[in-house]
């Protein structure tokens, strides 16, 4: 009996089981992925073997093309192109990034990808006709392994069947045999036809392949910074997966406003990270009693003196891992917030351009200093009175983590329009008296272009004193503001203009 050819496979590059294991993670992980080969595959067959093979492209330490005989003549589109991306003098610039790196090296197959499967959708480097070529060679593909499959099932019933009935399945495994043969001559004729004419024709597409791949070069280096602002200070600590951080950076590469924000949160959030860990905003504390411990900074002089002596040294380190030092206790106001933070953002027409940016930047600062103290943290967006609010919680269900997904909704909402205080701060209030955010404070995020009614102005404060909520009101003055409404409803207020000395102090460390 004999043994039945395996079939071509779609690929031409060279890959082993681990590179293809990691492109399947990557696809399961990806949406973006996903969808580029959903989308592709309505264009020409095996689009997912070209999207693995950009990967292996970028990824693969040696780059090594398979001979044509081995592949699947439907499609060999791929092949020119394939080609052109190699012979890219970028090329090798963008792989010094992306080598054996699983998520950058995904992150630019799908940008690549993307780019590439629009210039075939606008029938610049391939037309119509020639998509259906394709379809049809693959088409014949398939009924020529159906015949292959009828021939081999013959051929094993042959040794089954009866004298006359083996005679009649010889005959069939013969004429199936003599089919297939003329129909694989034919397809190898049709084949080789279409490739001969695709690749005549490829010479003029050189320039716009090679222009996409470098594009992808410039997104890559332009989102790297800004995908580590974003996804490891905002997207759930240092841990971040290859899947996600392909959608991070696709993203960023396709929005500017996006990587402008991360650029100015990444500084924004040095800055504060800073400020929270200097000792002297412990200054007001004063000593009021003596209690035991094991806090070395706080012990009495006494208890130091006797590390000097070789018998009360032993005494002094067994009686700091009791915790039964003498130290002195700290009394004094504290003046860092500790509770929920419930965020009003103000997305009216007045916060676009640097403002919209400034705000965002506070806002997401204010976020990742929540997920660092374990805080929840709501934002409330508003605009006009006849908008809706936008109200996130940014955390996860699983943890006090942020989920992505609402932070970019958060960074990407902005409808314009009037501006009303009243709305969002009514909602603030009542996020407040909820169990899960009782306790917790309002940050107001505006440039103050607005007024409140006196009777609202009343009862807002009544119920500031009965909830025992501070509002800290953040002045956006990159450009006209007012502050003679907020400073009406809020504790304090802080100016974004001068993020050093006391004003930064007031935003990122005592609220």
Known sequence: MSSRPAAPEPLWIETDSYDRAAFRDLCAASPSMRELIASGANLLPHFEGFVLDLFAALFK???ILRDPAAVRPSAGFFRVILEEVLKTPVLQALRETTTLD???????AVLLGERLLELIKSERIITRAEMLDYWNVERQLGEIAQRQEEASSAEELMEKASAAGKRQLEALHKRLRRETEAATRRLSQTAAEIQRRIEDGAAPHAARVSQQVLQVQRDLAETHEESTAWGRQLGGGDRSEPGRQIELGKRLATNPKLRRLGQMIGRMREQALGLRRKMFERANDEAFEVRAGADPSRLLPRELLSLHHPVLRRDFFRRLLEGQLLEYELRGVDTKGRGPMV????????????KEIWSKAVTLTLLDIARRQRRRFRSISFSSPDTPLHVLDLERRD??????????????YFPGGGTDFQ???????ECLRRSRYRRGDIVFITDGECRVEPDWLAQFRADKKKLGFSVFAVLVDVGPNSTATVKEFSDRVASISRLTGDSARDIFVRF
Do not use: I, T
């Not at 943890?399 to 990407?412: I, M, S, T, Y």
């Not at 709305?423 to 209030?429: G, K, N, S, T, Y």
């Open 61 to 63: 330490l040696n780059v």
């Open 102 to 108: 699983e998520a950058r090296a995904g992150l630019a």
């Open 343 to 354: 965020v009003c953002l103000d997305v009216s027409s007045s916060m676009a351009g640097d």
């Open 399 to 412: 943890g006090l983590e942020p989920d992505l997904k609402q932070v970019f909704a958060l960074a990407e």
């Open 423 to 429: 709305r969002p701060l009514e909602a603030a209030v």
